[in-house]
């Protein structure tokens, strides 16, 4: 999916699972700011296989997808086209998901949340060959009177109610790689072999608040 392309004009392809949102960037990009829209993509591997069709200037990739998430689109890509220039937009704010896009290659990392035109100075950016360091949040403090991050807390009770991996990725807005790591780091910090046993752990210390009428169990 393409726009009428502007000969002067930076070639920018789009990966979001979410149309609308696609939608909006494309046009906004395009009519103002005067970017060239040469492929959108849904997911990783159509990502890829257009990229390799249209070979953009830049690459706009959310983290958060299915089938593929951004973090693993963004390593295999760059296994076949080592010089692709990947600005990661994104709506997770996770600090997890902002070092491992950088170190796994990205040149820059924003949130959703930027103005179109904050957005459109990046792109230029990683364009002409620079980098867009990401806004790291503070270090999670660790929950009081508990051994676990607030995150983890979060990840913990989502585990308790019976979500997946993927589920608890999407409710909280990070890639599964993450919430993965957040389960390692779970285990660990309280000597539990499994998610079941991290639960009951988790009972015994008192950590989860009491459920909401109707809410998953």
């Known amino acids: 999916m393409a726009l009428k392309e502007n000969p002067l004009g930076i070639r920018v392809m789009l990966v979001d699972d979410h149309l609308v949102m696609r939608m909006g960037l494309a046009n906004v990009l395009s009519l103002n700011h005067g970017f060239n829209i ?6 990783g591997p159509t990502a890829i296989s257009l990229w390799r069709k249209h070979r953009p200037d830049v690459c706009l990739l959310d983290v ?10 963004l390593r295999r890509l760059l296994d076949e086209f080592p010089t692709a220039r990947v600005l990661m937009l994104t709506s ?5 998901d902002m070092t491992m896009a950088m170190q796994s290659g990205a040149r820059g990392y924003v949130v959703k949340t930027v ?14 060959g620079g980098i867009v360091s990401p806004q790291l949040p503070a270090p999670p403090k660790p929950a009081e009177n508990g051994p676990l991050s607030q995150r983890e807390l979060e ?63």
């Open 38 to 43: 040469v492929a959108q993509a849904d997911d």
């Open 64 to 73: 958060c997808m299915e089938r593929m998430d951004g973090l693993e689109t």
């Open 92 to 96: 997770s704010k996770d600090a997890d």
């Open 115 to 128: 103005q179109h035109g904050e957005l459109a100075r990046a792109i230029r950016t990683v364009h002409e």
């Open 155 to 217: 990840v913990l009770g989502l585990v308790r109610q019976g979500f997946s991996n993927d589920e608890i990725a999407r409710l909280l807005g990070i890639s599964e790689r993450t919430v993965r790591a957040h389960m390692t780091a779970i285990l660990a910090r309280l000597a539990a072999s499994d998610r079941a046993q991290a639960v009951a752990i988790g009972y015994e210390l008192g950590l989860f608040k009491p459920a909401a009428h109707g809410q998953r169990l």
